[in-house]
């Protein structure tokens, strides 16, 4: 193995830091994006005939709540082993999926690793026997905002062809 100089793993730090940075942002807007997305789908259950109403339902709720919201309208409306019914049931606990891979990522602590050229998210308290460290690739990372813009395309495609 190669030795590494101290300066070029400085260098390596700083572009792994950037660089998750820049992943992670780019996460928050995909999730958000997501989020409205299923807010939207909710309020306009039934063709929208209660938009006004369930705008101020919804507008309150995280994303857990919209989820449960959404596998309640899927359960009420959509024929039990149907195609349609399953794909709302899968698309939903991928979405809840990520939604816990978010929750970490943004409630950690973030560090880098440059000798293994990995950033480091740290869950719970430095104290508790519970805190948890999981390493990232930045490919790994990237593929999260993949898998949220996959969710968004789903979400419309079920919109599109099996509305509630």
Same mark, same amino acid.
């Given at each position: 193995?190669?030795?590494?100089?101290?300066?070029?793993?400085?260098?390596?730090?700083?572009?792994?830091?950037?660089?998750?940075?820049?992943?992670?942002?780019?996460?928050?807007?995909?999730? #958000?994006? @997501?989020?409205?997305? &299923?807010? =939207?789908?909710?309020?306009?259950?039934?063709?929208?005939?209660?938009?006004?109403? &369930?705008?101020?339902?919804?507008?309150? &709720?995280?994303?857990?709540?919209?989820?449960?919201?959404?596998?309640?309208?899927?359960?009420?409306?959509?024929?039990?082993?149907?195609? /349609?019914?399953?794909? $709302?049931?899968?698309?939903?606990?991928?979405?809840?999926?990520?939604?816990?891979? /978010?929750?970490? =990522?943004?409630?950690?602590?973030?560090?880098?690793?440059?000798?293994? #050229?990995?950033?480091?998210?740290?869950?719970?308290?430095?104290? #508790?026997?519970?805190?948890?460290?999981?390493? $990232?690739? @930045?490919?790994?990372?990237?593929?999260?905002?993949?898998?949220?813009?996959?969710?968004?395309?789903? =979400?419309? /495609?079920?919109?599109?062809?099996?509305?509630?």
């Amino acid at each position: 193995m190669s030795e590494i100089t101290l300066g070029e793993l400085w260098a390596r730090r700083e572009m792994l830091e950037n660089e998750a940075a820049s992943l992670l942002g780019h996460m928050l807007f995909e999730f #958000s994006r @997501l989020d409205v997305n &299923l807010g =939207l789908c909710l309020v306009w259950v039934d063709g929208g005939a209660k938009i006004e109403s &369930l705008t101020k339902a919804v507008e309150t &709720l995280n994303l857990k709540a919209k989820l449960d919201a959404l596998a309640k309208h899927v359960t009420a409306k959509l024929p039990a082993g149907s195609n /349609r019914r399953r794909a $709302y049931e899968t698309w939903i606990e991928r979405t809840d999926l990520v939604r816990q891979q /978010r929750n970490n =990522l943004v409630h950690g602590r973030w560090g880098v690793e440059a000798h293994k #050229s990995k950033v480091v998210n740290v869950i719970g308290l430095p104290t #508790s026997n519970a805190q948890q460290v999981i390493e $990232y690739t @930045l490919e790994e990372l990237a593929d999260v905002n993949k898998e949220l813009r996959d969710l968004q395309r789903e =979400l419309a /495609r079920l919109r599109d062809h099996w509305p509630l």
